[in-house]
């Protein structure tokens, strides 16, 4: 599975292997998908606010852990960092702690 972290490829694949296809799900429509990210967000506790909002938390948190647009940018495949950028908003808290010696 091309652009996953091992960790997530690997958590996909004990979901539903589809080798074959290279579907990550193997759903036939968006509303399946969907049903599908329902039951799995009602099992891991969390609501199910869509694929968009999934796709924002991987990119806000690398950027979290790493602090490059760069590498945000090539991960959700931007052409460049303007987009990327929408992904890469600070916590109040790092700015508070970024600040708190000044």
Do not use: F, N
């Not at 979901?15 to 990210?37: D, F, K, M």
């Not at 700015?95 to 010696?101: I, K, L, Y």
Request: hydrophobic share 50%; proline share 3%.
């Amino acid at each position: 599975m091309a652009g996953l972290s091992h960790s997530l490829a690997t958590a996909l694949a004990d979901l539903r292997p589809e080798p074959a296809t290279g579907l990550v799900l193997g759903l036939p429509s968006r509303v399946a998908a969907w049903r599908c990210l329902r039951v799995l967000a009602e099992q891991a506790g969390v609501s199910a606010r869509g694929v968009q909002a999934l796709r924002h938390t991987a990119g806000t948190r690398l950027y979290r852990e790493q602090r490059d647009l760069a590498l945000v940018a090539a991960h959700l495949g931007h052409a460049g960092l303007d987009t990327a950028r929408i992904y890469a908003k600070l916590a109040a808290d790092d700015v508070e702690r970024a600040v708190a010696d000044w």
